[in-house]
């Protein structure tokens, strides 16, 4: 058994100012909604987060209890706007399993 899942997993303290500035917004589609249903909740994180620092922010945030954080880089759209090709920014989104209250 590795030392890690012996102890529990390592808990992180983030100043107030980037408790805040990790989670940037939670994200509002129809995947997200269904994924609700099973206690997943899904947010916009900055890029340069962390797993720890996600987890540490969800929790201290919003009192809840993280069991597992998943994370996706998703690359961004190639749109074309005025006749110029462009691309919307990277986003990366965090799933929050099987949270409870408490």
């Known amino acids: 058994?590795?030392?890690t899942a012996a102890t529990g997993p390592?808990?992180?303290?983030?100043?107030?100012?980037r408790l805040y500035g990790v989670i940037l917004a939670p994200v509002v589609?129809?995947?997200a909604t269904r994924l609700n249903e099973f206690s997943q909740v899904t947010f916009r994180v900055t890029l340069d987060a962390?797993?720890?620092?996600?987890?540490?922010a969800?929790?201290?945030?919003?009192g809840v209890n993280v069991e597992q954080?998943?994370?996706?880089?998703?690359?961004?759209?190639t749109?074309?706007?005025r006749g110029r090709e462009g691309q919307r920014t990277d986003r990366l989104?965090?799933?929050?399993?099987n949270a409870t209250k408490g």
């Open 10 to 17: 390592k808990r992180v303290k983030l100043s107030p100012e």
């Open 1 to 3: 058994m590795s030392e």
């Open 93 to 97: 989104i965090v799933r929050r399993r």
């Open 58 to 62: 969800v929790e201290q945030l919003f």
């Open 29 to 31: 589609t129809e995947k």
């Open 79 to 81: 749109k074309r706007f």
């Open 69 to 77: 954080v998943n994370t996706v880089r998703m690359k961004g759209k």
């Open 50 to 56: 962390t797993k720890p620092e996600i987890r540490a």
